[in-house]
């Protein structure tokens, strides 16, 4: 297990730094600047917004002087919020991403683990059938086009839910954001854990427990319900990553006040230093959740533990 932990690290870093680094030189390769937007000001004082805020350094300089302020914790300022640095914007988008994105795997494990296993048991029947095509269809509509009509069909049309806000004076307004985020994920579920489980089901072990004379029950969970679930363990840490880092979409059609539309407002603002720092904390999460899943698809399947064994 150790070894394991060590190894993913090891990966981690050159991934890490490999991100930074593209992130920051196609920043600054994009046309424009951070200011530009503002209104006319004098040479003199573009001249030294841009030395305070060392842009009119070499492009190298100004990428190893990020280095050095990144291993301090440092993300820098943001340009387009005065008197904020980008850790300050972070801390404040990231507990409603958080919130989000937890609610949303949640809804996720629990629809698409439901709907595996039941197809799963029900296999070649109506009910393997139909929540596999649904599944399919949740895959195959992205979030963009999902909120707009979930927002269209059950905020204006029968006005049962808000279509914008989030917590507290908007009762119900958590409901299609969480929804329109996590029904592709529940998707990606219910096919892992179908065919986690036909595989589990069709193994030996199970005709050995069956002949034992244990419940149906008993077979179904706590032996093929286990080793049917490790590919869906797997999966929910780039999957709640992705959440966390896809969550723009919805929280821009549903204008909640998130990490991911301080994102999207700091590309529109080429806010150098908002969206470097947010890329780089999205890309820790990423490996920071693959490591988790990693440890603990491990823990569950004894194949991965003798071959990462310390011995």
Known sequence: MIRLIINRILVAF??????????????????????????????????????KYNLDAPLY???????????????GPSFRYPGRSVTE?????????????????????????SLGSIAALKHNTW????????????????????????????GIWLGWLPVSGWGEGYPGSKVLPIVTLGTAYA??????????????????????ARAKGLSEFRVIV???????????????????????AGSFVVETIFNIPGLGRFYVQAAFNRDY????GTTIFFSFLIILFNLIADIVGAAMDPRVREEYSDE
């Open 14 to 51: 050159p991934v890490l730094l490999a991100v930074i680094s593209l992130t920051f030189f196609m920043v600054h390769s994009a046309p424009g600047g951070p200011f530009d937007y503002d209104r006319a000001v004098s040479p003199e004082v573009m001249e030294q917004l841009n030395e």
């Open 61 to 75: 300089r100004q990428y190893f002087d990020y280095l050095s302020n990144l291993i301090r914790g440092d993300f």
């Open 89 to 113: 914007m972070i801390s404040i988008g990231l507990p409603i991403t958080f919130e989000l994105a937890m609610y949303s795997i949640l809804f996720a494990t629990l629809l698409g683990i």
């Open 127 to 154: 009910l393997d059938y139909f929540p596999m095509s649904i599944s399919m269809a949740g895959i195959c509509i992205p979030s963009i086009i999902l909120g707009p009509i979930l927002a269209l069909i059950f």
């Open 187 to 208: 998707a990606y579920c219910a096919r892992l854990t179908r065919g986690g489980m036909l595989e589990i089901l069709g193994q030996d072990f199970i005709r050995t």
């Open 222 to 244: 706590v032996h093929a319900l286990r080793g049917g679930l490790i590919p869906v363990v797997s999966f929910l840490g780039p999957a709640i990553a992705g959440l966390l």
């Open 273 to 276: 230093t908002m969206i470097l």
